[in-house]
């Protein structure tokens, strides 16, 4: 990578940022593409964030992605905020169009990404189990009714009201077409729900490195085979979760995709380009080579 006077600056804002697989993922595809960019990491604690946002017009950097905690934060930050990030009240990646910030969510078009891999949209069940209520659960919830035909989705979460809040909101966006319902995320509730849901995604950072002996769902009694699991965690590539969830016979793959494809349309929203996948693909699987919809190339 060749760094000179006229290299565009990219990156991410997290906190923390040191475990992100985003730099290395669009460094490659920044190679591929044969640009004079840099996508670089950025700590930047909660109570820094205006101050990051701010050194980001100020600095001219070009675009970042924003990862937990900050991306519902950073909303109220930006001039303009795209349609899809403002339903999620979530953002993902800011692009700095000559010093007008605007933010999108890509999250959402990684989800689809990843169902349609490895489901298939139009293949996809009645019902679906969302486990969390937080901004990785609002993107899937809004993706699943605005794009797919799912008639039914529950939304289980340790806190019963969150999960409450968000069915109803985003029921009312669905104005009708999709029955949303929030309840306590508990074995015996998972279990009721479970049993006529085809899909399963988990939205929570349980059983996320380093705490990869915790899981959302600690008994393997509730999956059984007719169940997909999508998990949104890569790191283990295999969750307890997904263990769980394939000894019972349950399809399952992990948020690889989810990561791949959101970061493809982050770049392509900087720069208009068509972003190299495959490349993308390949650098993550060879920092975290794991099993994912997508296979191999
Ligand atoms: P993100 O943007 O990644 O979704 P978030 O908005 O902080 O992050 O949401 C995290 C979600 O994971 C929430 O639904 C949270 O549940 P609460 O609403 O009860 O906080 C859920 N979560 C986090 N840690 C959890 C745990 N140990 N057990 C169960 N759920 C957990």
Request: glycine fraction near 8%; hydrophobic fraction near 40%.
């Amino acid at each position: 990578m060749r760094i000179d006077s006229k290299t565009t600056v990219v990156g991410v804002i997290g906190y923390p940022v040191a475990h992100s697989l985003s730099p290395q993922m669009h460094n490659a595809a920044i190679q591929s593409l044969g640009i004079n960019w840099c996508y670089l990491p950025f700590q930047v604690a909660p109570e820094d964030l205006a101050k990051a946002i701010q050194g980001m017009r100020g600095l001219g950097i070009r675009g970042l992605n924003v990862t937990v905690p900050h991306k519902q934060a950073v909303v109220r930050l930006l001039d303009w905020v795209s349609p899809e990030a403002s339903a999620v009240r979530a953002v993902n990646t800011i692009s700095n169009e000559g010093g007008r910030l605007e933010g999108y969510n890509t999250d959402v078009e990684g989800i689809l990404a990843a169902l349609r891999l490895g489901v298939g949209l139009e293949k996809l069940p009645e019902k679906v189990v969302v486990l969390g209520a937080g901004g990785a659960a609002r993107g899937i919830v809004y993706a699943l009714t605005t794009v797919t035909d799912v008639r039914n989705i529950v939304i289980l979460n340790r806190t019963v009201q969150k999960a409450e809040r968000l069915a109803a909101e985003m029921e009312n966006m669905a104005k009708g077409k999709t029955r949303i319902k929030g309840r306590k995320l508990e074995t015996e509730t998972a279990r009721v729900e479970l049993r006529e849901a085809g899909l399963l995604i988990n939205a929570t950072p349980v059983g996320m490195y380093p705490n990869v002996n915790c899981s959302p769902i600690e008994v393997s009694s509730v999956f059984h085979p007719r169940l997909t699991l999508v998990d949104t965690i890569y790191n283990p590539k295999e969750t307890k979760l997904m263990r769980l969830a394939r000894s019972q016979g349950a399809k399952c793959f992990n948020g690889l995709d989810m990561l791949v494809y959101q970061g493809a349309k982050s770049l392509e929203i900087w720069t208009q380009r068509r972003a190299p996948v495959k490349v993308m693909k390949e650098a993550v699987m060879e920092l975290a080579p794991q099993p994912s919809a997508l296979g191999q190339f």
